[in-house]
């Protein structure tokens, strides 16, 4: 903890990052449902969201169905939400 920061900044920064596990260089987080999932980095999100529409797994599902797919194989990024309407 940067020792400028006051005793609720310090403790809002834990808060925020209690989920977030680093190992071996790559982030992951731990969810709601138990599991951990590898944060992705934006260059990464556009691949795997490229794969999902074109690749072996393709097709136009609901973004319910694509969201579920991306957390089925472990991957996760803060904005996943709200990227599957874009691309639906």
């Known amino acids: 903890m940067p020792k400028r920061f006051t005793t609720s900044q310090r403790w809002y920064l834990a808060q925020r990052t209690?989920?977030?596990?680093l190992q071996e260089g790559i982030l992951y987080i731990?969810?709601?449902d138990n599991k951990f999932r590898q944060v992705l980095q934006p260059k990464l999100v556009s691949i795997v969201l490229q794969e999902l529409y074109r690749g072996i797994v393709r097709g136009h599902f609901s973004s319910d169905i694509n969201l579920?797919?991306?957390l089925d194989v472990s991957y996760w990024w803060p904005t996943m939400?709200?990227?599957?309407?874009?691309?639906?």
């Open 68 to 70: 579920q797919k991306i």
């Open 30 to 32: 731990f969810g709601q």
């Open 81 to 88: 939400n709200g990227n599957f309407p874009e691309y639906c």
């Open 18 to 21: 209690k989920p977030f596990v």
